[in-house]
């Protein structure tokens, strides 16, 4: 006798994530350190991207792999977007060197966007305040990548001068932060994917589920 399964594929899921400061990119850590666990209870998803335990902001978690391959894959030239907090206000000849490729180990860097913000952003107290110098002033300035060296931002403002003492992303292609706080999550809209994957096509919907199926957002 023949038995005919129906296989029912649930569509992929995808979240834009706040990373507070102090937790690790990843969902397990032996050392008992906070993780996505701790704020992200959404089976079978996975980071797409790194951002470090010191830095803050949007993160991209999905089930798709091929969309996580495209967000990682530096040769899609996906553009990310950070606020930096540097000593110093960076000169000209510093901003210049950012904008068109800082040597790092050997290798430059691509050429970057780079401004000077003239007021402080509008985001939330770091849990853990930065150490900074009394007699040295701060500056925020905003960059936008089109690569993902380890730890590039902070090694960038360090080898022209001007250390980075807090780094919040705040958009990764057409992902943008928005009003997410620290710690919050909202689900991808399917014409933000479509946008990322670049295969959104006139009165085609692309495949995923629905974003207000799932949020920790009150």
């Not at 704020?39 to 978690?61: F, K, T």
Request: net charge positive; with cysteine.
């Amino acid at each position: 006798m023949n038995h005919a399964y129906l296989v029912v594929k649930t569509p992929p899921r995808t979240i834009a994530f706040n990373k507070p400061y102090g937790v690790l990119p990843c969902f397990t850590d032996p050392g008992g350190r906070p993780t996505l666990a701790d704020c992200i209870d959404l089976p079978g998803v996975y980071a797409a991207g790194r951002l470090d335990q010191d830095s803050e902001g949007l993160m991209i978690l999905t089930s798709d792999g091929a969309l996580a391959h495209r967000i990682t894959d530096p040769q899609h030239k996906l553009t990310k977007v950070y606020l930096a907090q540097v000593e110093r206000m960076p000169s000209k000849d510093a901003l210049e060197q950012l904008r068109n490729g800082v040597v790092l180990r050997g290798r430059r860097t691509r050429p970057a966007t780079v401004r000077v913000l003239s007021e402080t952003p509008s985001v939330p107290d770091r849990p853990v305040p930065i150490r900074f110098r009394k007699n040295v002033p701060t500056a925020w300035i905003e960059i936008t990548l089109c690569e993902g060296m380890n730890r590039q931002v902070r090694r960038m403002t360090a080898a022209v001068g001007n250390p980075t003492l807090r780094l919040i992303r705040i958009a990764v292609g057409p992902i943008a932060l928005g009003e997410l706080h620290p710690g919050q999550w909202r689900g991808v809209t399917p014409d933000e994917v479509a946008r990322i994957s670049q295969k959104a096509e006139p009165g085609k919907k692309h495949r995923v589920a629905a974003p207000h199926q799932w949020s920790n957002v009150p």
